[in-house]
């Protein structure tokens, strides 16, 4: 008699093993920020491929909490320099992207991930983790929700019950997009450099001016501007330095 296979099928994403290591290894260490840049264009096929890799960063709950601001009009270019405080990687760079986190669009990408989910059948666990996940990055009216989380998180943990990291201010629903966005930042660089071109993050920014050329709302946070082109001969000022290694990594 043939078994009858009940075993539940699962969907299988092999992972590459070909990768080159060391080709890797050339991007991430050749990645410098670089406050000089010379006059080459970044083609534009280029730079929609680095944006692309920029979308590929993981994220908090799949809700992609950003937005890249390729700012290409010459006026606000102009302006986003000044808001750069005139920094010579700004001044030089080919393209600047201000990188903005989001939280007022939780609502919205939490829909998505039920309305676009890859399987015809998006499964009930699914649907109902992106109905209630947004309550656990928003705060509410006069934040209202996350002062009844504190409440509840706090009897709950009496109870010897984990929870998840949850935003219980607005300033930990900024920490909660940043992070995300900050991953997406990194990816656009290493694929800046894997394509030869540079980049440099800048938080040296005047944040309400950035805010008023990009006419940002008060949910929407300039996390990072980054600078990017073709590096210039001296466009490294120094070699790179990292304090010794036990500082930072601890196994425990
Ligand atoms: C969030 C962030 C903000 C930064 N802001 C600036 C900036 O405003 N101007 C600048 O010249 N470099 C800026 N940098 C670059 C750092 O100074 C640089 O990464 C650090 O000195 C290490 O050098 P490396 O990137 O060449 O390894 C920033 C880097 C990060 C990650």
């Known amino acids: 008699m043939s078994k009858v296979n009940t075993e539940k099928k699962r969907y299988y994403e092999p992972a590459p093993q070909d990768i080159d290591v060391e080709n890797f290894k050339k991007v991430v260490q050749s990645r410098r920020s670089v406050r000089k840049f010379t006059d080459k264009v970044i083609p534009a096929e280029i730079l929609d491929d680095c944006l692309d890799m ?3 960063a993981p994220n908090s709950s799949n809700l992609q909490p950003w937005t890249f601001y390729v700012v290409q009009n010459p006026s606000k270019k102009k302006l986003l320099i000044k808001a ?13 992207i201000v990188c903005v986190a989001r939280t007022d669009r939780i609502d919205d990408m939490a829909k998505r991930n039920i309305n676009e989910f890859p399987f015809p059948e998006v499964p009930p666990l699914v649907k109902k983790y992106y109905t209630y996940i947004p309550l656990n990055y928003k705060t509410g009216y006069f934040n209202a929700l996350g002062n009844f989380k504190k409440v509840a ?5 009496t109870l010897d019950k984990q929870l998840p990291v949850t935003a219980f201010t607005p300033a930990d629903a900024v920490l909660w997009a940043s992070k995300t966005t900050a991953l997406a930042c990194e990816n656009l660089v290493l694929a800046l450099r894997a394509h030869s071109f540079d980049s440099c993050m800048m938080e ?3 944040e ?12 929407q946070y300039p996390v990072m501007v980054i600078g990017a082109g073709e590096r210039a001969e001296d466009g490294v000022f120094f070699p790179q330095y990292r304090f010794d290694r036990e500082l930072f990594i601890q196994k425990v």
């Open 153 to 157: 998180f706090k009897v709950a943990r």
């Open 84 to 96: 750069c405080l005139g920094q010579l990687a700004a001044k030089t760079a080919a393209e600047l």
């Open 208 to 219: 309400p001016l950035v805010r008023k050329i990009l006419d940002l709302n008060d949910q």
């Open 204 to 206: 040296g920014f005047d």
């Open 54 to 56: 920029a979308l590929l």
